[in-house]
């Protein structure tokens, strides 16, 4: 099974200023067809997991443009370039590339 | 407006059996693959099964595999995940998820099966 590990597992971050997860693959995501199989999830507190990014750095429909993914190898990166408080919750990676589907522990976002 | 809601969920004893149910709007269910993920209370998300547009591959967790169905029905835009067998570590929300590029792009409310005696 390919094994996702998150980092940091909660983060407080001041409203206005960036945020940056990682997540770690235990092998590689890459599809034949050229895109990583990895995605990102936040879970606001009392809802459904909504999706963010897809293919390791495309926004979902509807999401703000502070949202970024990137890959490099089998390190995968979401960053929020200005924390807002609407942005709190959990935050997870999932790679969507063979199963079992895995998902990273999660990180715990909060605002200070 | 795309929308997935799950229903079915329940409290039920050890050994007890379930059938969830997830019924799809505003998309043409019939071309996307389709899954069930669960989160236990206070804990992360698991894959549970995951099935291709025509039905004809299914794919499910070790440790549900022999005890949990998964189907579809596109005439109805449904999905069902029979459960038998159940035991403790069943416990969770279950929400069913819209399989696109990858990633699971919609989300239901989930529904949350309790086993316990």
């Known amino acids: 099974d390919i094994v996702m590990t998150q980092s940091p597992l909660s983060l407080s971050v001041t409203p206005g200023e960036p945020a940056s997860i990682s997540c770690r693959s235990s092998?590689?995501?890459?599809?034949?067809?050229?895109?990583?199989?990895l995605s990102w999830y936040l879970q606001k507190p009392g809802q459904s997991p909504q999706l963010l990014i897809y293919l390791g750095s495309n926004r979902a429909s509807g999401v703000p443009d502070r949202f970024s993914g990137s890959a490099s190898g089998t390190d995968f990166t979401l960053k929020i370039s200005r924390v807002e408080a609407e942005d709190v919750g959990v935050y997870f990676c999932?790679?969507?590339?063979?199963?079992?589907?895995?998902f990273g522990q999660g990180t715990r976002l909060e605002t200070k | 407006e795309v929308q997935l809601v799950e229903s079915g969920g329940d409290l039920v004893q050890p050994g007890g059996s379930l059938r969830l149910s997830c019924i799809a709007s505003g998309f043409t269910f019939s071309h996307f693959w389709m899954g069930w993920i669960r989160q236990a209370p206070r804990k992360g998300l698991e894959w549970v099964a995951t099935m291709n547009p025509d039905g004809s591959n299914k794919y499910y967790v070790d440790s549900v595999k022999g005890r949990f169905s998964f189907s579809r029905d596109d005439a109805k835009r449904s999905l069902y995940l029979q459960m038998n067998s159940l035991r403790a570590d069943d416990t969770a929300v279950y929400y069913c998820?819209?399989?696109?590029?990858?990633?699971?792009?919609?989300w239901g409310q989930g529904t949350m099966v309790t086993v316990s005696s």
């Open positions: 092998r590689s995501l890459l599809h034949s067809d050229g895109f990583n199989f």
């Open positions: 998820g819209r399989g696109n590029q990858g990633a699971y792009d919609i």
């Open positions: 999932m790679q969507g590339l063979q199963v079992p589907v895995t």
